[in-house]
């Protein structure tokens, strides 16, 4: 299982590089938050920015299993990554 993981945003444009990435380079992709607090980019660039994000997962079709998943507390990440190991052994 491959989880790409991206942190702290704070309000950078430099996560839309997984744009441009295969999505079958990754399984799960994970945004670790601290999506605002720049000091490059000021409002309303970083407020856009962060629908941007949003957006981006919205529209994800190929690993939104997870989101939805976690999101409505049907499983935790810490079970989906050991089910998804054991799936692996």
Do not use: A
Not at 4 to 19: I, R, T
Not at 53 to 79: A, P, Y
């Amino acid at each position: 299982m491959k989880v790409l993981v991206v942190p702290d945003v704070h309000g950078s444009h430099e996560w839309e590089s997984v744009k441009d990435m295969p999505t079958d380079s990754y399984d799960f992709i994970v945004f670790m938050g601290d999506y605002f607090d720049s000091w490059e980019n000021q409002w309303p660039d970083q407020g856009n920015n962060f629908k941007s994000i949003c957006s981006f997962i919205r529209d994800d079709k190929t690993h939104r299993k997870l989101s939805w998943e976690i999101m409505t507390g049907v499983i935790s990440v810490k079970q989906k990554m050991v089910q998804e190991f054991q799936v692996i052994r």
